[in-house]
C-alpha cells in the first residue's frame, strides 16, 4: 500500500500535519508518497512536492492546495509503483517530529504568547477547532487576524489597544499586538470587526481571554 501524507515527511508524522505546520510558523510544507508500514508515517518515500506557506495563509486554504498537489504527483507515480519500479527513499526517524490530532481546547488563545504566536494560532486552526477567546464572558472566535505594526508595550496581554475601520488591535505578550478582521460571536453569523464594533463602541481597554 502507499498514502499521500500532507508534509515533507519525515517532518510531522500524525494526524493534522497541516495545521501543525501553520501553528508553528513554518514557510514551506508538502506532501509525500510514501509506503504504508505499521509504524506511524514512517515508511520509505517514493516521491515529495513542497509549497510555500504564505505567513497570512490558513490551513483550509493550505489544505486545499496540498490535495491538489498530492493528487497530481500521485497519478505521476502510480505506473512506477505498479511495475514495480518506484524505489523508496528510508526516512530518517531522528529527524522525525509528529503532528497529533487537533483538539477544541486548543482553541482558547493565551495572549501572553508573542504576537506572531497568536497569529499562526488563529490561521492555523482554521476551519475546525477555529480559535476563540472571550469579551465580558461570552465566547468569540476569531476568524482572520494579521500582525499589527502597533506599538503595545506595556499593555496587558489581551487588552484592546485600538480599533479602526478594518479591524480590534489586541496586544501580546512580547509588547506586539495583532489586528483581528473577522469574529462570531456564539450563536450568530461570521462578521468583519467593523460590524463587530458598530455594537461594541467602547472596546479600547476592555481584555480579551
Known amino acids: 500500500m502507499i498514502n499521500v501524507h500532507a508534509s515533507l515527511l ?6 493534522a ?3 501543525r505546520a501553520v501553528m508553528t510558523g513554518d514557510s514551506e510544507t508538502g506532501v509525500t508518497i510514501m509506503r504504508v508500514v505499521s509504524a506511524l508515517d514512517a515508511g520509505p518515500m517514493i516521491a515529495k512536492a513542497a509549497r510555500p506557506i504564505d505567513r497570512n495563509e490558513g490551513s483550509d ?9 498530492g493528487a497530481d504527483l500521485l497519478m505521476s507515480v502510480l505506473d512506477e509503483v505498479a511495475a514495480g519500479r518506484a524505489e523508496g ?7 522525525a517530529t509528529y ?6 481546547e486548543e482553541g482558547r488563545l493565551d495572549f501572553s504568547r508573542s504576537a506572531l504566536e497568536v ?15 472571550f469579551l465580558a464572558g461570552a465566547r468569540l472566535v476569531f476568524h482572520e487576524a494579521r500582525s499589527s505594526e502597533r506599538e503595545a508595550a506595556g499593555r496587558a496581554p489581551g487588552t484592546c489597544v485600538a480599533v479602526d475601520g478594518a479591524g480590534i488591535t489586541i496586544a501580546c505578550g512580547d509588547g506586539r499586538a495583532i489586528e483581528v478582521l ?12 467593523r460590524d463587530f464594533l458598530a455594537g461594541h463602541v467602547l472596546l479600547i481597554g476592555q481584555r480579551f481571554g
Not at 89 to 95: I, K, P, S, Y
Open 119 to 133: 497569529h499562526n494560532r488563529i490561521r492555523g486552526l482554521r476551519p475546525w477547532p477555529m480559535a476563540y477567546t
Open 182 to 193: 473577522q469574529v462570531q460571536p456564539d450563536g450568530r453569523r461570521m462578521m468583519t470587526s
Open 89 to 95: 527513499v528510508a526516512q530518517t526517524d531522528a529527524e
Open 61 to 69: 486554504a493550505l489544505e486545499r492546495d496540498l490535495a491538489v498537489l
Open 10 to 15: 519525515p517532518k510531522y508524522r500524525g494526524a
Open 17 to 19: 500535519p497541516i495545521h
Open 99 to 104: 503532528a497529533p490530532r487537533l483538539t477544541k
